[in-house]
């Protein structure tokens, strides 16, 4: 079973921030918080990953609770071409372990 | 840099016949991974590997085969195609990093059982 919980899906309006939520409430203190998203019969694509400090890049921004139960992806300025399958996914540090992708939230972004 | 590529890209198989689909990666990544996508779901992970020589099973490993004997290739073999495994396959690579893992994806391979 998947380790995360994420909505099936969401919409928001161009060039307004996007915040997908995901729930991972049995996450260890070696597992690590990863986002991929995966644009229409494409390649999924990594987008962001972070243990317990908020991180940002120069696609998103991570937010990640002080308890480490969940977490908030953040598109700050959502265009057209956000429209994906975004996945949450948990991952040890230990990487010899099976990886589970989950159902990932279907982002609509509308014009 | 080509990153991760997949070979074929299309393939429509009758029931019973085997192929190899091939990852490829110049990255001089450790772990390699084979997926499959089915319609309205998320990714599944059929086999990984975490160095040459080495493979081990994932979610859905059944009717597959894999092979890792040079550290940037990743065979993915089917013996005996099914219906059931028409799919898209994904296969991707990681470096591995005190710093976590980051997984680049191929551009994927969608099969065709009839």
């Known amino acids: 079973d998947a380790k995360t919980t994420q909505p099936t899906s969401m919409d928001c309006a161009e060039g307004r921030a996007a915040n997908l939520p995901c729930n991972h409430s049995t996450i260890s203190g070696n597992e690590y918080v990863y986002w991929y998203r995966q644009i229409h019969s494409q390649g999924p694509q990594y987008i962001i990953h972070g243990l317990k400090n908020n991180e940002t890049n120069e696609m998103a921004s991570l937010i990640i609770t002080e308890d480490r139960k969940s977490s908030t992806l953040i598109l700050p300025h959502a265009t057209l071409r956000d429209t994906a399958v975004y996945y949450c996914?948990?991952?040890?540090?230990?990487?010899?372990?099976?990886?589970?992708f989950g159902k990932g939230t279907r982002l609509h972004i509308l014009p | 840099n080509a990153g991760v590529t997949q070979t074929p890209k299309f393939r429509v198989l009758k029931t019973g016949q085997s192929m190899t689909l091939l990852c490829a990666q110049d990255?001089?990544?450790?772990?390699m991974y084979w997926y499959r996508q089915d319609p309205g779901m998320g990714l599944r992970l059929i086999h990984y590997?975490?160095?040459?020589?080495?493979?081990a099973k994932g979610e859905v490993p059944d009717g597959y085969n894999v092979s890792r004997l040079k550290k940037q290739n990743f065979l993915l073999g089917l013996e005996s195609a099914a219906p059931s495994q028409t799919s898209v396959y994904f296969c991707?690579?990681?470096?591995?990093?005190?710093?976590?893992?980051?997984?680049?994806f191929g551009p994927g391979t969608r099969l065709t059982v009839l």
């Open positions: 991707a690579s990681s470096y591995a990093s005190l710093l976590g893992d980051t997984q680049y």
């Open positions: 590997s975490v160095g040459e020589g080495t493979t």
């Open positions: 996914i948990v991952r040890p540090r230990n990487r010899d372990d099976k990886i589970i």
């Open positions: 990255m001089n990544h450790e772990y």
